[in-house]
């Protein structure tokens, strides 16, 4: 697995990838960020994948707690590296097993990106 980094507008928890979409309209930057984003997730199996993660116990999950979703374990770590490279995972190795976090910053950078117009 690559150690592809997270974008770097998600990774602090003060500075989300982009405005509300009710806000204004997005820059040309933004729109790609988002849109890989959002691509990352369009797929069944990494948004389950990132449902598992995000969801799991203690906020992060291991790849062997996880793996389990249909598809082969290489297909699996391929989906996986996608969702890091869009910057919606970050992972740590730990011995032969690879633990996986959602960032409560990504989780509040979506929430944000579709909030309504307040």
Same mark, same amino acid.
């Given at each position: 697995m690559s150690n592809a980094k997270a974008l770097p507008l998600?990774? %602090?928890? $003060?500075?989300?990838?982009?405005?509300?979409?009710?806000e204004r309209p997005l820059t040309a930057e933004e729109s790609v960020r988002t849109a890989t984003m959002f691509k990352a997730l369009g797929d069944p199996v990494r948004l389950r994948l990132f449902s598992l993660v995000a969801s799991h116990e203690g906020g992060e999950a291991c790849?062997?707690?996880? %793996?389990? $979703?249909g598809v082969s374990q290489p297909t699996v770590s391929h989906h996986l590296k996608k969702l890091k490279d869009a910057g919606l995972l970050t992972s740590e190795r730990r011995g032969t097993w690879v633990y996986y976090r959602v960032e409560p910053s990504v989780i509040a950078a979506m929430g944000q990106l579709l909030a309504p117009r307040g």
């Open positions: 998600l990774e %602090s928890p $003060v500075a989300p990838c982009c405005p509300p979409l009710s790849v062997c707690d996880i %793996s389990d $979703v």
